[in-house]
Nanobody, 114 residues
Framework: VQLQASGGGLVQAGGSLRLSCVAS????????IGWRRQAPGKEREEVAS???????IYAASVRGRFTISRDNAKNTVYLQMNSLRSEDTAVYYC?????????WGLGTLVTVSS
């Protein structure tokens, strides 16, 4: 499974961005898929994901501001980020889990200026 994330950039606080993640390869093996982020000097944390039953999971810090969605026909997962805050500044990674391992894409940088 290969994951290609895009959509990061520089945005002012209160603004919005939409990240995209295109999955390719053995996509039928994917069990869960979502987004994690890593801010400078901090550990990587989960942001939002689809669980194995298709339900969505959000970190408390983004619930109500971020929305994860998917287009199965395009093998694409999106992260709509609204009301962005300076603390959302991080490298965002698309990640998926299959039966035997976790897959990671290259990150996309989101910078929120205050």
């Amino acid at each position: 499974v290969q994951l290609q994330a895009s959509g990061g950039g520089l945005v002012q606080a209160g603004g919005s961005l939409r990240l995209s993640c295109v999955a390719s390869g053995n996509t039928d093996s994917i069990i869960t898929i979502g987004w994690r982020r890593q801010a400078p000097g901090k550990e990587r944390e989960e942001v939002a994901s689809f669980s194995s039953d298709g339900s969505t999971i959000y970190a408390a810090s983004v619930r109500g501001r971020f929305t994860i969605s998917r287009d199965n026909a395009k093998n694409t997962v999106y992260l709509q980020m609204n009301s962005l805050r300076s603390e959302d500044t991080a490298v965002y990674y698309c990640t998926a889990r299959s039966r035997d391992r976790r897959h990671w894409g290259l990150g996309t940088l989101v910078t929120v200026s205050s």
